[in-house]
């Protein structure tokens, strides 16, 4: 069962990706299949809940397969769409690859199969997941409903109605691990697993398009290898599940403004809404994305483009909002809605910022070559406007967050405390942008295409 | 090689000087040759692909990395402990059950939960003693504050109910306590009958049970 529900779910996000756009590569369709399947999914459930309709493996599956054959029918009879992305993968080239392309690969691989056995070994132990997000899909599943599931209801979980309380936070962590154990599955680490490969995949996928085949491995292998990152991406936490669809649901946004293909905004839509059903601190990324659509829709006068992005991305967030409120599930609110100045507050996020910045335990090389990058790139940033929308986006997004984490009034914990774990964990979904515009960066994408005419063509092409 | 082969079938004589010059005989003109590449596209890219300086090339990208990594703390800890010393563990605990690795990192705090679990009906309410006392040592064991967390206890006894007796007179559900949880000797004076021979952890029936004998 468990294995019919997971491909269901991988079938699902391959038919979604495709219906969305043509011009995805093989390597994003696979990475984009589970996150986006499951995530639907999610939704799907949420859907349901509202209906009255109890959330079981059942209808899941069925909506699941109803969508399945309604999008493989559009993609099918509907201008060809499925010949047409045929067409587009066949156009396949042998890729410019070495043994630095194979180490890193290799390497990758490595961190990715060890790394991947650590989750699956484990149960769930760490101690939020234990507390909110699986246990709330454990009984979800258990019970068939999230609106009234008795950690929200019932009078003894009474502190589940104080602030920062699980109940608060967007539930796709939580229903995904739900349909896992709705599916029979004893733990749900299988969910974190396959987003650890998918997002491998994924991100190679999307680099590919900026960087030679040898610089997006090297890029694949530092990103997965950021110490902190990797740790986490085996716990049944949200914040690698979060940076999954906020990195990814970026990128794709960079690929749609830089490489003109219009259909891939709609996939970078699709991932930034997840992200914001992911963790509702994601909405800094849609703040960005929106702020960088806003730009661009009043210049080229696509004001229908605009309006449908900015309402669509913002959807889950508000979706969400209204469904607490409708069903009571309230806990007050620790966000302060005026703008204040507190010189203190803003010295202690500065300095444990800092710390976080030049900390390479925790994030290696990843700060470090970003700057060493960065800094390499001022000519071409200010000459040629090189990635000038990578870096505005990743500013603004870390900026709202910023802005986000100084508007929470901390009554349940201290702020140096709230800065080393949930600001340092949000850090991840940067850390795969950070890469990214490392590799596609004027001088090392320069760089490392002279490595490639260096390996494979200067010579014979001068013949 | 290539370049030889080319000598060979392309003669000075067939030149496309040359053959703009009046002759007395008529030369019958090689076609040119069309630029030969040296080798086959695909050798071509195999060599460049996996040739002697790519292999340089990954060489020294890997030394670099293994030089660099080397003196980071975070790259040593990702490798020695989180990737190799877990990857190990695994090859040596391969056959461990799911109960087992739950204990390996939750320790006696998740043992004595499973316990709980496997001596009550779904239907419980367990009553778990003053928080305070939770922690104290019972014998030759401790639990940790994790078990003064109700999710975290909720989430091994579930779907039973856990309560403690802190929340006496705020949780209305206080008084469907059917069983009580005995931590380090505490919670005995919570049920409604003496016990003769006690254990530090157990859980027991709040009510005495009459056992029915055929």
């Known amino acids: ?117 650590k989750t699956m070994y484990y149960p769930t132990f760490d101690t939020d997941s234990v507390n909110g997000f699986n246990l709330i899909g454990k009984v979800v599943a258990h019970e068939g409903t999230l609106k009234s599931c008795s950690l929200f209801t019932d009078p003894n979980h009474w502190e589940m109605h104080g602030p920062a309380s ?96 219009p259909s891939l905004l709609w996939v970078s839509l699709l991932l930034l809404m997840l992200n914001s059903w992911t963790r509702t601190e994601g909405v800094a990324f849609v703040g960005a994305a929106c702020c960088v659509m806003l730009w661009h829709g009043v210049r080229t006068k696509t004001y229908k483009k605009l309006a449908l992005f900015v309402g669509l991305s913002l959807f889950p967030f508000v ?57 390499s790139n001022v000519w071409a940033i200010i000459k040629k406007y090189d990635h000038a929308v990578t870096l505005l986006l990743t500013l603004l997004a870390w900026i709202f967050y910023t802005i986000l984490v100084y508007q929470v009034d901390y009554v349940w914990d201290s702020l140096e405390a709230v800065m080393r774990s949930s600001y340092k964990r949000f850090l991840f979904s940067f850390v795969p942008l950070l890469w990214f515009y490392v590799a596609a960066g004027y001088n090392v994408s320069w760089l490392f295409g002279k490595v490639d005419n260096f390996l494979f063509g200067i010579k014979s092409k001068k013949k | 090689m290539a370049k030889h082969a080319h000598k060979e079938t392309t003669p000075p004589s067939a030149g496309p000087k040359k053959a703009g010059k009046p002759a007395g005989k008529k030369r019958p003109v090689a076609a040119p040759a069309p630029p030969q590449s040296p080798k086959h596209p695909m050798l071509r890219w195999l060599g460049g692909a996996f040739g002697f300086k790519s292999m340089a090339l990954a060489v020294v990208g890997g030394l670099l990395f293994y030089g660099a990594a080397h003196d980071n703390s975070g790259y040593q800890w990702v490798w020695t402990n989180l990737l190799k010393g877990n990857w190990d563990f695994i090859q040596k605990h391969r056959k461990a059950t799911l109960d087992e690795r739950y204990q390996m990192k939750l320790g006696f705090d998740y043992v004595f939960c499973s316990y709980v679990r496997d001596n009550t009906p779904e239907d419980a309410v367990i009553l778990f003693p003053l928080k305070k006392y939770n922690t104290e040592k019972g014998g030759d064991y401790q639990l940790t504050r994790a078990i003064n967390v109700k999710n975290w206890v909720t989430h091994f006894v579930y779907p039973r109910k856990a309560l403690y007796k802190d929340e006496q007179e705020t949780n209305p559900r206080y008084h469907d306590v059917t069983h009580v949880a005995i931590i380090a000797g505490h919670g005995y004076e919570d049920l409604d009958y003496p016990v003769r021979e006690r254990s530090y952890f157990t859980v027991l029936p709040k009510k005495a049970q009459t056992v029915n004998s055929e």
């Open chain 1, 166 to 261: 699980y109940m608060t936070y967007v539930p796709l962590s939580q229903l995904a691990y739900a349909y896992v154990y709705m599916l029979g599955a004893a733990t749900s680490k299988i969910v974190n697993a396959l987003f650890f490969i998918s997002f491998a995949v994924a991100f190679y996928g999307v680099t590919s398009r900026f960087a030679t085949h040898t610089l997006t491995a090297v890029a694949t292998f530092f990103t997965l290898v950021t110490p902190e990152m990797l740790a986490f991406s085996s716990l049944s936490g949200t914040n690698f599940t979060h940076a999954v669809y906020a990195s990814l649901g970026i990128l794709f946004f960079v690929a749609w403004y830089y490489k003109k293909i």
């Open chain 1, 1 to 117: 069962m468990i294995y019919f529900g997971l491909s269901t779910t991988i079938l699902l996000g391959i038919c979604v990706a495709l219906s969305l756009s043509q011009r995805l590569k093989l390597a994003e369709v696979l990475g984009l299949a589970f996150p986006v399947g499951i995530g639907l999914q999610t939704f799907a459930m949420i859907f349901l809940d509202v209906l009255n309709i109890r959330i079981t493996a059942t209808p899941v599956l069925a909506v699941s397969w109803l969508t399945i054959a309604g999008l493989a029918g559009f993609l099918y009879f509907r201008r060809g769409r499925l010949k047409e992305w045929c067409r587009y993968v066949s156009r396949f080239t042998c890729p410019k690859v070495s043994w630095l392309w194979l180490l890193a690969l290799l390497a990758a691989g490595v961190v990715m199969v060890m790394s991947v056995a």
């Open chain 1, 319 to 375: 979706f969400w909002q209204i469904f607490l409120k409708a069903y009571h599930l309230e806990a007050p609110l620790a966000f302060i809605l005026h703008p204040f100045w507190d010189s203190h507050k803003i010295a202690v996020i500065a300095e444990e910022m800092w710390k976080l910045f030049t900390s390479f335990t925790l994030y290696g090389f990843t700060f470090l070559w970003f700057l060493v990058a960065l800094l």
